[in-house]
């Protein structure tokens, strides 16, 4: 599968405890992208990278979100002393880039699904 | 202002129907615009992207206002297929979406 992958698909955790998510972008794709989705709502946008190069954080995003895209490929989201509020899915995206020109088209995962108890 | 606002829906059209969806950005500077569409419980995927000379892909035509900073979509002889959540997409730094509009098709 060449896609973009998401682990784990589901995560369960009780308020206060540490998760991380790992994406693994469509190989050839410089950008990557992090949004948070809730019920009935579209995507959120937390975060995005080209390359290894963090480029924007949403000021939505509290001090406990951090993500890494330490080589340029796969990518990791921490969330720090997890909230209730912070139960949604989780949705990598990547795509190509141009150095000049339109952004291309944005590839998903199927998302982690996070529930805080 | 948010950065992307779409019309809340819910759409509810019989089969057949016209269905046109609104979309309006805040920043000037935005250089792409796509639809995408998301059925429940799954990812976004893309639907179309948005020229600003208007383009049209089968029963789906996209159109882009940028002196307006509007985006339109417009659904002909809709399917039961359709039924799904339509997302606008934005782009300057990163991408943005909307809250998505909600399409149910009916027999």
């Known amino acids: 599968d060449t896609g973009v992958s998401q682990d784990p698909r589901h995560k369960i955790t009780k308020r206060g405890q540490n998760v991380t998510f790992r994406c693994d972008p469509i190989s050839e794709h410089n950008r990557l992208y992090w949004y948070r989705q809730t019920l009935g709502q579209g995507p959120e946008f937390l975060t995005y990278?080209?390359?290894?190069?963090?480029?924007?954080k949403s000021r939505l995003l509290s001090d406990r979100f951090s993500a890494e895209r330490p080589k340029g490929s796969f990518s990791t989201l921490e969330i720090q002393r997890t909230e209730q509020g912070d139960s949604a899915m989780y949705l990598c995206?990547?795509?190509?880039?141009?150095?000049?020109?339109?952004?291309?088209?944005?590839?998903f995962g199927q998302g982690t699904r996070l529930t805080v108890v | 202002r948010k950065e992307v606002e779409q019309d809340p829906g819910p759409f509810n059209v019989p089969e057949g129907a016209t269905v046109a969806f609104n979309c309006t950005y805040s920043n000037s500077a935005s250089q792409s615009f796509f639809w995408y569409r998301q059925d429940c419980r799954k990812e976004p995927k893309l639907l179309m992207s948005v020229y600003s000379s208007g383009n049209e892909d089968g029963r789906f035509t996209a159109q882009l206002n940028r002196a307006s900073q509007y985006i339109s979509l417009l659904i002909r002889d809709s399917k039961l297929s359709d039924s799904a959540t339509y997302l606008c997409?934005?782009?300057?730094?990163?991408?943005?979406f909307g809250a998505g509009t909600r399409l149910t098709v009916k027999p």
């Open positions: 995206a990547s795509s190509s880039h141009p150095l000049t020109g339109r952004d291309t088209e944005a590839f």
């Open positions: 997409v934005v782009t300057w730094v990163g991408m943005r």
């Open positions: 990278f080209q390359n290894e190069a963090q480029l924007e």
